[in-house]
C-alpha cells in the first residue's frame, strides 16, 4: 500500500492517545485517528469531558506479545488484547511485519511512524476497527486496532448484583420449600463469583462435572428457582437448560423442574490454534471475555463497597508497558528528562500545540524530535513551513544544542517556517487563508508598489520578506524579484513593474524606466540590464540604440575597481587563486547584485585572459584536476583521496573480483555499518562501484589536466538506495562500428540545469572506439538518435552551438586517424530528470565530508562479496581492513571498571574546538576519563584495541555557544596543530604494562590543566584591549591622577570629582595581586605541560604519517573544500583543488592552519608507518592524442575587420547589427559557418 500525504504519530504517540481514547464517547474530531490542526486553525484535539479514564488489563490467554529479546522480521505478527477495568471495553491491537524488509525501530529509524489507513477501517453495531501503516518504505507495519462493547450488559449484570432481586429471590426458595436447610440471601459479590465459576471450569478442559442440578440451592440463590430468573444470561454464558429423556420435546415449563434429573449444562468450546485467525463470535473467547469482565466487576464492587473480593488474587496488573512494547514504544532511547523546561504550564501548553503536531510526546530526546520533524514533514510535505514552526518553538523552549544546529542547518538549506511566512505576507497586507488565491503577479504589483516609498533598509526588508514568499511558493519569479535579478526577459519586466508586460511597447517600456529611475537614480544600472534583456528577448533595434546613445558614462568595470570592491587589496598577480572560490562565495551572500556579479566577471576575465592553461606538467607525471558540478568541492576531494589510495584504487579497478553476485545469493546476512543491506542496496553499490571506475579510468588515462565526473556517479553519491530506480541501469557501448551509435541504439539526455556542458569532449576526447564523436550535447546526440529533428529547441537568451576549433588551420578537413588511441569509451547517460532533481538539491547543498565519506564508503562495501563476519554479524570485506578501527569503552562506576565494550568504528571523532589546541590533546579529550554521558554518574575511558593501515580522524566544525550570535550554531576556526609523526601507543590498551597507569596520572594532570586554564582565562578576559591585571592597575591609575583634573576643575570652577581613597589603594593591591597569580598560572601550567609531554617519550613504537587532510574555508552552511595529499614517493605535498593540482610547498599551513585565508582542517589521515605504500597519487597511463595532416583550405580569403565606434553599458553585450539603421540581420549570424568549410 502506497501511503498518501499525511501525517502521522509516532509510535509512543499512539500509544498515549489509546489510552485516552473512549470509543463509547467518540465523534468527531476522534482523538486517536485525527491530528491536532495547526495552531491558530482550530481547537486543539482532546479527549471527551465524561471520557473513561482507562485502566487497561491485558487478556494474556488471547495475546501475542513480542519476546523481550527479538526483533520482528517478514514474517512476524504480534496481537495484544487488553479490557479496561472501568469500563470493561475490550481492544485488540495487532501489528503485522509481512511486508518488511527491515522493521523499526532501527537506527536510522528508531521509531514507528503510524499513517491513517482509512480505507481499512471497519464499523459495526458493538465493534470497531481503525488501521494504520508504518510510513518507513522498510518497514510497513500494518497496524489494526479493534474496539469491542462489553459481553455482558449492565441489565446482565444488574440481574445478579441487585440486592433486591436477591432478596426476593431468598424468599421465593423459602416459599417454595420451608423446611429446605442452609438457604441464605446470597451476596452480590457471591453472585458473580458463582456464575464466574461457572464460566472458568467451561474454559478447563480438564474439569469433567459439566452439569449443575437447577435445584442447586447455591446456584438458585443467585439465579432464582431452577435459574428461571437469570436464564438470558446463563444463555448468553453458553449454558443449556438441559431436561430428562422423558420431558425433552415438551414446552420448558419451570414449574416443573423440581426433578434432580433438571440440569444446566456447562459448554465445551474448542481449543484455539491460531489467535490471529479467530473473530468475535468464537465461544472460547467470547466465555474468556465473560469471565474477566466479572473479575472487573468483583474490583469494582470491592473498591466501591468495601466487600471482600475473593479473586483478589488473581491480579489485573496494568497493560501500559504491554502496548507500548506491542507498538515498540519502549526503550531508554525513546525519552529523556527536561530538566530546562520552565514549568509544568509551559510544557502542557507546549504539548498540546506543538509536539501533538509533530506526532511526539515532550518528554522525548532531542534526538527523536529531530526524527519526528523529519518523518513528518517527508510523510506531508504541503505542511513543512508549520511543521518548521513546531520545531522552532520547542527549540526554543528547550534551548539545547541539538536541536539549535537542526534549526539552523535547515534555515540555511531554505526552509521557511509557517510564522515566518506569516509575517511576510502580513508585511504585504495578505492574510494567510487568502494567500493562496493572490498569485505571484498580485504579490510582485505590492512589492513594487511599496519599494518607491521605502529607504534602503526598508526596502532589503521588504525582499526578505519576498524572498520567503517565493521559497515557500517555489516560484523563481518571486525570488528573482527578490533579488532584483533581470537575467530573464519575465524578471526584466517584473523588476520594472507598473503594468509592464510583453504587450507593452518600446516606448512604454523606457517611460516606464523614466519614472522608476526618477524616484530612486539608484536604479539606473540594473534599469540599463533590464532594457537590454528586454532588448535582446525582443530583438528590438530601437531598445538597443538607446541602450548604446542614450547613457554617456557606460564603462567597463576595470580590475582594480573589482579587487576593490571585492575588498581585496593585493595586486590580483600576488592574490592566492584558491582564496577566490571563497572570496566569491562569501561577495554573494553579503553583497549580492549586479555589481558584484561584474567584479567577479572582470577579474575571472583577466585570469583567463592572463593565465590561459595553468597546467605545465606532464600528464605521465602529474595527477589530473576534477571540475566542479557547481558546488561539488567535498565530493571532488573525497575522489582524489581515494584515488590516492592503491589498495582502493585497485578494488574499485577490480571490483567485478569482490562484488557480491546476486543471480546466485539471496539477500546478505552480513551486516554493513551494522545495518542489514537490501538486493537494492547490493546493486546500488555495485552500480556506484562501476560508476567510481569508469572516472578512475578516465583519471589514469586522460590527458588532459582535469576532468569531471559523469552526472550518474554525482547522483549515485547523494542518491538513497530506494531511489537508484530512478536511474536506469548501467549502459556502455559494445564494439560499435565507426558512424554508429550504441548497440542498444538510444542515450538518455542529461538534465543540462545540472550538467552543464558536461557532455562536451575535450579535443583528445573526439575519437572513441574507432568512431567519430560529435562535440555537440547530448541533448542534440538525443535528438538525433530518435530520428527527431537534430535541432535542438533553445531557451530564451541561448546561442547555438558554436561548432569547435581544429587543432590546425582554420577551415582545414580533418581525415580520421587509422587507429586512434582506445581512451575510455564515452559514457551514455543513464540519469532520469526526477533521479537528477533530486541529487541536484542535494548536492548543491553545502555537504559534510564526514557524511558523504561514510555514505560512499557504504556503498561500496554494500556490493562487495562478504569474506565473513565479526561477533557483532559485521561484515568482513577488503575495503574495511583500510579503514576499521576498534575502540573500547570502560566505565567506571565509584572507581571500579567494568569490562571493555567494544566500538567499531572507521574514524576517530574529536571534539569540536573552542581554542587552540594540538592533535594530541584533542585526542586526550576524547580517550580520556570523563562522565559518561548517558548516566553522569558514571565515568567512562576510551582505548584503542586495534589500528587499521589507514587512521582517519575526523575534526568536526560546527559547534553551539550560547554566547555566540544569540546561541545560535557556528563554525570553528580554531586552529589543531597537527604532527608529521603521530605516535599512538600511549592509547592502545595493551602492547605496555606501563601505558595504563600513565594514562591514568595523565588524566588527573590535566584537569588541574584545564582548571587553571579556566582560572587564567578569567583573569585575563576584558571587553578592552587590556587584560585584567592592567585594567585594575591603570583603573588605579586614573582614580590616582584625579587631583590633577580636580586641580584643574576648581580652576575654572568646576566642582571636583570626589573618589574614596580606600579604594584607590584597594585597585593597586589588587592589579598587584592579579599580576602575581597571572604570573604563577603561567609557570604551574608550563610545568604540568612539559610533565604531560614527557609521560610518553618511551613509547614510540606505533607510527603513523599524515598523509592527507581536507580543507575547508567559510562560514557556517556554506564555503569551500580543497584537500592536501601527500607523495610519499617524490616526497612532496599536493594541493587538489577542483581541476587544479599543484605541488604545495608551505606546509605551515597544512600542520598549524590560523588565518581565515588558509582555511581550518576537517578530517585529517595517517597512515601506518610500514604502510606508506599505500598512498600512491600518482597512477598515469595517458593514452596518445590523435594526430591530423594540414591540408590546404580552398577558395580562402581574409576577411577585412571594422572597428564598431558605439558606447556600450557595462556587463551587457550588445549587437551592434541590430542596432544599426534598419538592420535585421539575424542575431544568429556572426556564429554561422561558412558553407565551403568542411567540418
Same mark, same amino acid.
Given at each position: 500500500?502506497?501511503?498518501?500525504?499525511?501525517?502521522?504519530?509516532?509510535?509512543?504517540?499512539?500509544?498515549?492517545?489509546?489510552?485516552?481514547?473512549?470509543?463509547?464517547?467518540?465523534?468527531?474530531?476522534?482523538?486517536?485517528?485525527?491530528?491536532?490542526?495547526?495552531?491558530?486553525?482550530?481547537?486543539?484535539?482532546?479527549?471527551?469531558?465524561?471520557?473513561?479514564?482507562?485502566?487497561?488489563?491485558?487478556?494474556?490467554?488471547?495475546?501475542?506479545?513480542?519476546?523481550?529479546?527479538?526483533?520482528?522480521?517478514?514474517?512476524?505478527?504480534?496481537?495484544?488484547?487488553?479490557?479496561?477495568?472501568?469500563?470493561?471495553?475490550?481492544?485488540?491491537?495487532?501489528?503485522?511485519?509481512?511486508?518488511?524488509?527491515?522493521?523499526?525501530?532501527?537506527?536510522?529509524?528508531?521509531?514507528?511512524?503510524?499513517?491513517?489507513?482509512?480505507?481499512?477501517?471497519?464499523?459495526?453495531?458493538?465493534?470497531?476497527?481503525?488501521?494504520?501503516?508504518?510510513?518507513?518504505?522498510?518497514?510497513?507495519?500494518?497496524?489494526?486496532?479493534?474496539?469491542?462493547?462489553?459481553?455482558?450488559?449492565?441489565?446482565?449484570?444488574?440481574?445478579?448484583?441487585?440486592?433486591?432481586?436477591?432478596?426476593?429471590?431468598?424468599?421465593?426458595?423459602?416459599?417454595?420449600?420451608?423446611?429446605?436447610?442452609?438457604?441464605?440471601?446470597?451476596?452480590?459479590?457471591?453472585?458473580?463469583?458463582?456464575?464466574?465459576?461457572?464460566?472458568?471450569?467451561?474454559?478447563?478442559?480438564?474439569?469433567?462435572?459439566?452439569?449443575?442440578?437447577?435445584?442447586?440451592?447455591?446456584?438458585?440463590?443467585?439465579?432464582?428457582?431452577?435459574?428461571?430468573?437469570?436464564?438470558?444470561?446463563?444463555?448468553?454464558?453458553?449454558?443449556?437448560?438441559?431436561?430428562?429423556?422423558?420431558?425433552?420435546?415438551?414446552?420448558?415449563?419451570?414449574?416443573?423442574?423440581?426433578?434432580?434429573?433438571?440440569?444446566?449444562?456447562?459448554?465445551?468450546?474448542?481449543?484455539?490454534?491460531?489467535?490471529?485467525?479467530?473473530?468475535?463470535?468464537?465461544?472460547?473467547?467470547?466465555?474468556?471475555?465473560?469471565?474477566?469482565?466479572?473479575?472487573?466487576?468483583?474490583?469494582?464492587?470491592?473498591?466501591?463497597?468495601?466487600?471482600?473480593?475473593?479473586?483478589?488474587?488473581?491480579?489485573?496488573?496494568?497493560?501500559?508497558?504491554?502496548?507500548?512494547?506491542?507498538?515498540?514504544?519502549?526503550?531508554?532511547?525513546?525519552?529523556?528528562?527536561?530538566?530546562?523546561?520552565?514549568?509544568?504550564?509551559?510544557?502542557?501548553?507546549?504539548?498540546?500545540?506543538?509536539?501533538?503536531?509533530?506526532?511526539?510526546?515532550?518528554?522525548?530526546?532531542?534526538?527523536?524530535?529531530?526524527?519526528?520533524?523529519?518523518?513528518?514533514?517527508?510523510?506531508?510535505?504541503?505542511?513543512?513551513?508549520?511543521?518548521?514552526?513546531?520545531?522552532?518553538?520547542?527549540?526554543?523552549?528547550?534551548?539545547?544544542?541539538?536541536?539549535?544546529?537542526?534549526?539552523?542547518?535547515?534555515?540555511?538549506?531554505?526552509?521557511?517556517?509557517?510564522?515566518?511566512?506569516?509575517?511576510?505576507?502580513?508585511?504585504?497586507?495578505?492574510?494567510?487563508?487568502?494567500?493562496?488565491?493572490?498569485?505571484?503577479?498580485?504579490?510582485?504589483?505590492?512589492?513594487?508598489?511599496?519599494?518607491?516609498?521605502?529607504?534602503?533598509?526598508?526596502?532589503?526588508?521588504?525582499?526578505?520578506?519576498?524572498?520567503?514568499?517565493?521559497?515557500?511558493?517555489?516560484?523563481?519569479?518571486?525570488?528573482?524579484?527578490?533579488?532584483?535579478?533581470?537575467?530573464?526577459?519575465?524578471?526584466?519586466?517584473?523588476?520594472?513593474?507598473?503594468?509592464?508586460?510583453?504587450?507593452?511597447?518600446?516606448?512604454?517600456?523606457?517611460?516606464?524606466?523614466?519614472?522608476?529611475?526618477?524616484?530612486?537614480?539608484?536604479?539606473?544600472?540594473?534599469?540599463?540590464?533590464?532594457?537590454?534583456?528586454?532588448?535582446?528577448?525582443?530583438?528590438?533595434?530601437?531598445?538597443?540604440?538607446?541602450?548604446?546613445?542614450?547613457?554617456?558614462?557606460?564603462?567597463?568595470?576595470?580590475?582594480?575597481?573589482?579587487?576593490?570592491?571585492?575588498?581585496?587589496?593585493?595586486?590580483?598577480?600576488?592574490?592566492?587563486?584558491?582564496?577566490?572560490?571563497?572570496?566569491?562565495?562569501?561577495?554573494?551572500?553579503?553583497?549580492?547584485?549586479?555589481?558584484?556579479?561584474?567584479?567577479?566577471?572582470?577579474?575571472?576575465?583577466?585570469?583567463?585572459?592572463?593565465?590561459?592553461?595553468?597546467?605545465?606538467?606532464?600528464?605521465?607525471?602529474?595527477?589530473?584536476?576534477?571540475?566542479?558540478?557547481?558546488?561539488?568541492?567535498?565530493?571532488?576531494?573525497?575522489?582524489?583521496?581515494?584515488?590516492?589510495?592503491?589498495?582502493?584504487?585497485?578494488?574499485?579497478?577490480?571490483?567485478?573480483?569482490?562484488?557480491?553476485?546476486?543471480?546466485?545469493?539471496?539477500?546478505?546476512?552480513?551486516?554493513?555499518?551494522?545495518?542489514?543491506?537490501?538486493?537494492?542496496?547490493?546493486?546500488?553499490?555495485?552500480?556506484?562501484?562501476?560508476?567510481?571506475?569508469?572516472?578512475?579510468?578516465?583519471?589514469?588515462?586522460?590527458?588532459?589536466?582535469?576532468?569531471?565526473?559523469?552526472?550518474?556517479?554525482?547522483?549515485?553519491?547523494?542518491?538513497?538506495?530506494?531511489?537508484?530506480?530512478?536511474?536506469?541501469?548501467?549502459?556502455?557501448?559494445?564494439?560499435?562500428?565507426?558512424?554508429?551509435?550504441?548497440?542498444?541504439?538510444?542515450?538518455?539526455?542529461?538534465?543540462?540545469?545540472?550538467?552543464?556542458?558536461?557532455?562536451?569532449?575535450?579535443?583528445?576526447?573526439?575519437?572513441?572506439?574507432?568512431?567519430?564523436?560529435?562535440?555537440?550535447?547530448?541533448?542534440?546526440?538525443?535528438?538525433?538518435?530518435?530520428?527527431?529533428?537534430?535541432?535542438?529547441?533553445?531557451?530564451?537568451?541561448?546561442?547555438?552551438?558554436?561548432?569547435?576549433?581544429?587543432?590546425?588551420?582554420?577551415?582545414?578537413?580533418?581525415?580520421?586517424?587509422?587507429?586512434?588511441?582506445?581512451?575510455?569509451?564515452?559514457?551514455?547517460?543513464?540519469?532520469?530528470?526526477?533521479?537528477?532533481?533530486?541529487?541536484?538539491?542535494?548536492?548543491?547543498?553545502?555537504?559534510?565530508?564526514?557524511?558523504?565519506?561514510?555514505?560512499?564508503?557504504?556503498?561500496?562495501?554494500?556490493?562487495?562479496?562478504?569474506?565473513?563476519?565479526?561477533?557483532?554479524?559485521?561484515?568482513?570485506?577488503?575495503?574495511?581492513?583500510?579503514?576499521?578501527?576498534?575502540?573500547?569503552?570502560?566505565?567506571?562506576?565509584?572507581?571500579?571498571?567494568?569490562?571493555?565494550?567494544?566500538?567499531?568504528?572507521?574514524? =576517530?571523532?574529536?571534539?569540536?574546538?573552542?581554542?587552540?589546541? @594540538? &592533535?594530541? +590533546? $584533542? %585526542?586526550?579529550?576524547?580517550?580520556?576519563? /570523563?562522565?559518561?554521558?548517558?548516566?553522569?554518574?558514571?565515568?567512562?575511558?576510551?582505548?584503542?584495541?586495534?589500528?587499521?593501515?589507514?587512521?582517519?580522524?575526523?575534526?568536526?566544525?560546527?559547534?553551539?555557544?550560547?554566547?555566540?550570535?544569540?546561541?545560535?550554531?557556528?563554525?570553528?576556526?580554531?586552529?589543531?596543530?597537527?604532527?608529521?609523526?603521530?605516535?599512538?601507543?600511549?592509547?592502545?590498551?595493551?602492547?605496555?604494562?606501563?601505558?595504563?597507569?600513565?594514562?591514568?596520572?595523565?588524566?588527573?594532570?590535566?584537569?588541574?590543566?584545564?582548571?587553571?586554564?579556566?582560572?587564567?582565562?578569567?583573569?585575563?578576559?576584558?571587553?578592552?584591549?587590556?587584560?585584567?591585571?592592567?585594567?585594575?592597575?591603570?583603573?588605579?591609575?586614573?582614580?590616582?591622577?584625579?587631583?590633577?583634573?580636580?586641580?584643574?576643575?576648581?580652576? =575654572?570652577?568646576?566642582?571636583?570629582?570626589?573618589?574614596?581613597? @580606600? &579604594?584607590? +589603594? $584597594? %585597585?593597586?593591591?589588587?592589579?598587584?595581586? /592579579?599580576?602575581?597569580?597571572?604570573?604563577?598560572?603561567?609557570?604551574?601550567?608550563?610545568?604540568?605541560?612539559?610533565?604531560?609531554?614527557?609521560?610518553?617519550?618511551?613509547?614510540?613504537?606505533?607510527?603513523?604519517?599524515?598523509?592527507?587532510?581536507?580543507?575547508?574555508?567559510?562560514?557556517?552552511?556554506?564555503?569551500?573544500?580543497?584537500?592536501?595529499?601527500?607523495?610519499?614517493?617524490?616526497?612532496?605535498?599536493?594541493?587538489?583543488?577542483?581541476?587544479?593540482?599543484?605541488?604545495?610547498?608551505?606546509?605551515?599551513?597544512?600542520?598549524?592552519?590560523?588565518?581565515?585565508?588558509?582555511?581550518?582542517?576537517?578530517?585529517?589521515?595517517?597512515?601506518?608507518?610500514?604502510?606508506?605504500?599505500?598512498?600512491?597519487?600518482?597512477?598515469?597511463?595517458?593514452?596518445?592524442?590523435?594526430?591530423?595532416?594540414?591540408?590546404?583550405?580552398?577558395?580562402?580569403?581574409?576577411?577585412?575587420?571594422?572597428?564598431?565606434?558605439?558606447?556600450?553599458?557595462?556587463?551587457?553585450?550588445?549587437?551592434?547589427?541590430?542596432?544599426?539603421?534598419?538592420?535585421?540581420?539575424?542575431?544568429?549570424?556572426?556564429?554561422?559557418?561558412?558553407?565551403?568549410?568542411?567540418?
Amino acid at each position: 500500500m502506497t501511503s498518501q500525504a499525511r501525517p502521522g504519530k509516532t509510535a509512543p504517540k499512539l500509544c498515549q492517545d489509546f489510552l485516552i481514547f473512549d470509543p463509547l464517547k467518540g465523534g468527531k474530531p476522534n482523538v486517536l485517528t485525527d491530528h491536532s490542526p495547526p495552531q491558530g486553525e482550530g481547537p486543539q484535539l482532546a479527549p471527551h469531558l465524561a471520557s473513561c479514564k482507562h485502566d487497561y488489563t491485558t487478556k494474556s490467554a488471547q495475546s501475542v506479545t513480542p519476546p523481550l529479546d527479538l526483533r520482528p522480521d517478514g514474517g512476524t505478527s504480534y496481537k495484544l488484547a487488553v479490557i479496561c477495568k472501568k469500563c470493561r471495553i475490550h481492544a485488540d491491537i495487532l501489528i503485522d511485519y509481512s511486508d518488511a524488509t527491515d522493521p523499526c525501530p532501527t537506527n536510522a529509524h528508531p521509531l514507528h511512524h503510524f499513517q491513517r489507513a482509512p480505507t481499512q477501517d471497519r464499523t459495526t453495531q458493538d465493534r470497531i476497527r481503525y488501521a494504520w501503516q508504518c510510513s518507513v518504505d522498510e518497514c510497513r507495519a500494518k497496524l489494526r486496532i479493534h474496539f469491542r462493547t462489553p459481553r455482558l450488559s449492565e441489565n446482565d449484570v444488574n440481574s445478579i448484583v441487585n440486592p433486591e432481586l436477591l432478596k426476593r429471590r431468598y424468599h421465593a426458595l423459602l416459599e417454595e420449600d420451608p423446611n429446605r436447610e442452609g438457604i441464605r440471601q446470597a451476596t452480590p459479590m457471591e453472585s458473580l463469583s458463582r456464575l464466574r465459576r461457572y464460566v472458568k471450569d467451561s474454559l478447563n478442559p480438564q474439569h469433567n462435572k459439566r452439569q449443575i442440578p437447577a435445584i442447586n440451592k447455591r446456584f438458585q440463590e443467585s439465579f432464582g428457582l431452577n435459574g428461571q430468573d437469570c436464564h438470558e444470561l446463563l444463555e448468553k454464558c453458553g449454558l443449556k437448560y438441559a431436561v430428562s429423556a422423558a420431558q425433552e420435546g415438551q414446552e420448558r415449563e419451570w414449574d416443573l423442574c423440581i426433578s434432580p434429573e433438571v440440569n444446566w449444562v456447562l459448554p465445551n468450546p474448542e481449543q484455539i490454534e491460531d489467535r490471529f485467525q479467530t473473530d468475535e463470535h468464537n465461544q472460547r473467547e467470547m466465555l474468556e471475555d465473560v469471565a474477566i469482565e466479572l473479575l472487573a466487576w468483583m474490583y469494582k464492587l470491592s473498591s466501591e463497597q468495601g466487600l471482600v473480593n475473593p479473586h483478589a488474587g488473581e491480579s489485573m496488573s496494568s497493560a501500559d508497558m504491554d502496548v507500548e512494547r506491542t507498538l515498540a514504544a519502549v526503550g531508554s532511547a525513546v525519552r529523556e528528562h527536561l530538566a530546562n523546561v520552565t514549568s509544568p504550564l509551559q510544557l502542557k501548553l507546549t504539548q498540546s500545540r506543538f509536539f501533538n503536531s509533530l506526532g511526539a510526546l515532550p518528554d522525548f530526546s532531542d534526538s527523536l524530535i529531530e526524527y519526528t520533524y523529519d518523518r513528518q514533514t517527508f510523510c506531508d510535505p504541503e505542511l513543512q513551513s508549520y511543521y518548521f514552526e513546531c520545531l522552532e518553538v520547542i527549540t526554543e523552549d528547550r534551548r539545547t544544542e541539538q536541536l539549535q544546529m537542526k534549526v539552523a542547518k535547515l534555515q540555511s538549506q531554505l526552509v521557511v517556517s509557517r510564522r515566518d511566512l506569516t509575517a511576510a505576507y502580513r508585511y504585504f497586507s495578505i492574510s494567510i487563508a487568502e494567500s493562496q488565491k493572490v498569485s505571484d503577479e498580485r504579490v510582485i504589483e505590492i512589492f513594487q508598489a511599496r519599494q518607491s516609498d521605502l529607504g534602503a533598509t526598508a526596502q532589503e526588508e521588504a525582499r526578505q520578506h519576498l524572498y520567503k514568499i517565493g521559497v515557500s511558493r517555489g516560484s523563481g519569479r518571486l525570488i528573482s524579484a527578490s533579488r532584483q535579478s533581470v537575467d530573464t526577459y519575465e524578471d526584466a519586466l517584473s523588476w520594472l513593474g507598473n503594468g509592464a508586460d510583453k504587450n507593452t511597447s518600446d516606448d512604454g517600456i523606457l517611460a516606464i524606466l523614466a519614472i522608476k529611475t526618477a524616484d530612486n537614480p539608484a536604479n539606473e544600472e540594473i534599469g540599463q540590464k533590464a532594457v537590454a534583456t528586454i532588448a535582446k528577448a525582443r530583438k528590438s533595434n530601437m531598445l538597443n540604440n538607446w541602450l548604446l546613445t542614450g547613457r554617456q558614462d557606460g564603462y567597463t568595470m576595470s580590475v582594480d575597481e573589482a579587487l576593490r570592491h571585492l575588498n581585496i587589496e593585493q595586486k590580483l598577480e600576488f592574490v592566492d587563486q584558491t582564496v577566490l572560490s571563497a572570496v566569491f562565495d562569501s561577495a554573494r551572500q553579503d553583497r549580492p547584485g549586479d555589481t558584484t556579479e561584474k567584479a567577479i566577471t572582470a577579474i575571472q576575465g583577466a585570469l583567463a585572459s592572463g593565465n590561459g592553461d595553468m597546467s605545465t606538467h606532464s600528464p605521465e607525471t602529474w595527477p589530473v584536476g576534477l571540475t566542479s558540478h557547481g558546488n561539488t568541492c567535498y565530493l571532488n576531494s573525497l575522489l582524489q583521496y581515494y584515488f590516492s589510495i592503491k589498495p582502493l584504487r585497485d578494488i574499485v579497478l577490480n571490483y567485478h573480483q569482490y562484488k557480491l553476485d546476486t543471480s546466485t545469493n539471496g539477500e546478505k546476512k552480513e551486516r554493513v555499518g551494522q545495518l542489514r543491506i537490501s538486493t537494492v542496496e547490493v546493486e546500488g553499490g555495485q552500480r556506484f562501484a562501476a560508476e567510481l571506475k569508469y572516472l578512475f579510468e578516465r583519471m589514469i588515462k586522460s590527458r588532459d589536466s582535469a576532468v569531471k565526473p559523469e552526472a550518474d556517479l554525482v547522483c549515485r553519491a547523494f542518491l538513497k538506495p530506494k531511489e537508484y530506480k530512478l536511474l536506469d541501469p548501467i549502459m556502455r557501448p559494445e564494439k560499435d562500428q565507426p558512424g554508429q551509435t550504441a548497440s542498444n541504439g538510444s542515450e538518455t539526455a542529461v538534465d543540462d540545469k545540472f550538467t552543464d556542458q558536461q557532455t562536451v569532449m575535450s579535443p583528445t576526447q573526439t575519437m572513441t572506439d574507432g568512431r567519430k564523436e560529435s562535440d555537440a550535447s547530448s541533448a542534440t546526440l538525443q535528438a538525433s538518435v530518435n530520428g527527431d529533428n537534430p535541432d535542438v529547441p533553445m531557451r530564451d537568451g541561448e546561442m547555438p552551438l558554436t561548432p569547435p576549433a581544429s587543432p590546425g588551420l582554420k577551415g582545414q578537413d580533418k581525415p580520421e586517424p587509422e587507429n586512434p588511441p582506445p581512451l575510455p569509451p564515452r559514457r551514455f547517460s543513464t540519469t532520469k530528470e526526477e533521479a537528477l532533481a533530486k541529487a541536484e538539491a542535494n548536492a548543491r547543498q553545502q555537504q559534510d565530508v564526514t557524511e558523504v565519506h561514510d555514505a560512499i564508503t557504504f556503498l561500496l562495501r554494500c556490493g562487495m562479496m562478504p569474506r565473513g563476519h565479526d561477533d557483532e554479524e559485521e561484515q568482513e570485506d577488503a575495503m574495511r581492513d583500510l579503514f576499521s578501527l576498534r575502540v573500547t569503552q570502560t566505565m567506571v562506576n565509584k572507581g571500579v571498571e567494568q569490562k571493555p565494550k567494544p566500538l567499531p568504528d572507521s574514524a =576517530i571523532q574529536l571534539n569540536v574546538p573552542y581554542e587552540p589546541t @594540538d &592533535i594530541y +590533546s $584533542a %585526542l586526550d579529550a576524547v580517550f580520556d576519563l /570523563q562522565p559518561y554521558t548517558e548516566d553522569p554518574s558514571m565515568e567512562a575511558f576510551k582505548s584503542v584495541k586495534s589500528l587499521p593501515p589507514l587512521l582517519q580522524i575526523n575534526m568536526p566544525r560546527i559547534g553551539y555557544d550560547k554566547d555566540r550570535a544569540g546561541g545560535a550554531a557556528f563554525k570553528s576556526t580554531e586552529c589543531i596543530r597537527l604532527e608529521d609523526e603521530l605516535f599512538l601507543d600511549r592509547y592502545l590498551d595493551t602492547g605496555h604494562p606501563s601505558t595504563l597507569p600513565k594514562r591514568r596520572h595523565c588524566w588527573g594532570w590535566r584537569k588541574q590543566l584545564q582548571s587553571l586554564r579556566r582560572e587564567q582565562r578569567a583573569l585575563a578576559k576584558t571587553k578592552i584591549d587590556l587584560d585584567g591585571p592592567s585594567a585594575v592597575a591603570e583603573t588605579a591609575a586614573y582614580l590616582t591622577s584625579l587631583d590633577d583634573v580636580n586641580n584643574d576643575l576648581r580652576s =575654572i570652577d568646576v566642582e571636583p570629582i570626589e573618589a574614596d581613597g @580606600d &579604594i584607590t +589603594s $584597594a %585597585l593597586t593591591h589588587e592589579a598587584r595581586q /592579579q599580576a602575581e597569580r597571572v604570573a604563577e598560572l603561567d609557570a604551574e601550567i608550563d610545568a604540568l605541560q612539559k610533565q604531560l609531554g614527557s609521560q610518553f617519550q618511551d613509547l614510540k613504537n606505533i607510527k603513523y604519517r599524515l598523509a592527507a587532510v581536507f580543507f575547508h574555508r567559510g562560514s557556517y552552511g556554506h564555503g569551500h573544500y580543497w584537500i592536501y595529499i601527500r607523495d610519499f614517493a617524490n616526497n612532496i605535498w599536493r594541493l587538489y583543488n577542483d581541476e587544479r593540482v599543484e605541488q604545495f610547498e608551505k606546509l605551515d599551513s597544512i600542520f598549524e592552519a590560523k588565518t581565515w585565508d588558509q582555511g581550518t582542517p576537517t578530517y585529517a589521515v595517517y597512515v601506518a608507518e610500514d604502510k606508506v605504500d599505500h598512498i600512491q597519487p600518482v597512477c598515469r597511463a595517458p593514452e596518445e592524442a590523435p594526430t591530423f595532416e594540414p591540408t590546404s583550405i580552398q577558395d580562402s580569403a581574409d576577411v577585412e575587420m571594422r572597428n564598431v565606434h558605439s558606447k556600450q553599458v557595462p556587463g551587457i553585450a550588445i549587437d551592434p547589427t541590430l542596432a544599426s539603421e534598419g538592420g535585421q540581420a539575424s542575431w544568429d549570424a556572426p556564429r554561422q559557418v561558412a558553407e565551403n568549410v568542411k567540418w
